[in-house]
Nanobody
């Protein structure tokens, strides 16, 4: 079992930055690929970024490439999402997820989910 708790969301102006954190319980964190997904009101859940268990591979949705960076610290059981140059269309509830498969863009490949943290970007 892995429990995930996100933090770091909030209200920011267009062009601003936020860093989301996802703290995981358990001693097997380093075995899991981690992903960030987001869901805006009235829209489907969307893949944002994923990182392999070792941290050596990362993948992003095209809309955030060059602006967002996913990273992890396996000594702290934490994964991060650094978000720069934020846009109003980034407004959503952001959730982290853990899965034992290779880093995946598909939410069905993740076994554990956090509750989410709200990011709101004002124009």
């Amino acid at each position: 079992q892995v429990q995930l708790v996100e933090s770091g969301g909030g209200l920011v102006q267009t062009g601003g930055s936020l860093r989301l954190s996802c703290a995981a319980s358990g001693r097997t964190f380093s075995s899991y690929a981690m992903g960030w997904f987001r869901q805006a009101p009235g829209k489907e859940r969307e893949f944002v970024a994923t990182i392999s268990a070792s941290g050596s591979r990362t993948y992003y949705v095209d809309s955030v490439k060059g602006r967002f960076t996913i990273s992890r610290d396996n000594t702290k059981n934490t994964v991060y999402l650094q978000m720069n140059s934020l846009k109003p269309e980034d407004t959503a509830a952001y959730s982290c997820a853990a899965g034992l498969t290779a880093p995946s863009t598909q939410f069905t490949d993740y076994d554990y989910w956090g509750q989410g943290t709200q990011v709101t970007v004002s124009s």
